[in-house]
């Protein structure tokens, strides 16, 4: 799908790169080292899209006007606590623990910026896990390796095929990124 303006994917996430050419966009993937720290009194809900509109907004100065980048940032919500990327195995093993049986929250973030315009929204899904055992959970982590994947775990691995009973929102918004809402916030930017 072709848009009036150049389109920047301020992401390395692949997963997000893959959603965004299944849906036909034209882009071109760029991205600034970007700190991802967000104000301790900032509503958890509204992390992703602090963090999305900082990715976007990055590239401020380096953008003429006939481009539009596009931010996203993905976190998961359990009881109130935000659930980011695992910083060891350990770490992975405790998040995956504690989803096992239970619904959370995955809440992405998406900055839509331009030299002139902003458009900044987020997406929430409720996914619900079956009870996992220790061995499942250690056998996902050991051979899918989820460190750079917000709560541990990718739904579109084997832990999603056997682990979630269900879905209540946009599936591919627990990928990263909301692509329905995305192209027709697009259409309308």
Request: glycine share 6%; with cysteine; charged share 25%.
């Amino acid at each position: 799908m072709n848009f009036s303006k150049h389109l920047i994917l301020a992401s390395q996430s692949p997963r997000r790169y893959d959603i965004m050419k299944m849906a036909g966009f034209e882009f071109e993937v760029r991205s600034k080292n970007v700190d991802e720290l967000h104000p301790e009194e900032a509503d958890i809900y509204d992390v992703p899209q602090l963090l999305a509109a900082k990715k976007a907004k990055a590239f401020a100065d380096d953008i003429g006007e006939d481009t539009v980048v596009i931010g996203a940032d993905t976190v998961v919500i359990l009881n109130g606590i935000i659930y980011e990327k695992p910083v060891d195995r350990l770490h992975a093993i405790r998040m995956l623990s504690d989803l096992s049986g239970n619904m959370h929250e995955v809440v992405t973030g998406v900055c839509i910026f331009s030299k002139i315009k902003e458009a900044c929204f987020s997406e929430i899904t409720k996914v619900y896990f079956n009870p996992l055992t220790i061995e499942e959970i250690e056998y996902y982590i050991d051979n899918f390796k989820p460190f750079d994947k917000a709560g541990s775990y990718a739904c579109q691995e084997w832990i999603g095929a056997i682990g979630i009973r269900k879905f209540e929102g946009d599936y591919f918004n627990v990928v990263g990124l909301p692509v329905n809402r995305l192209y027709h916030e697009l259409k309308v930017f």
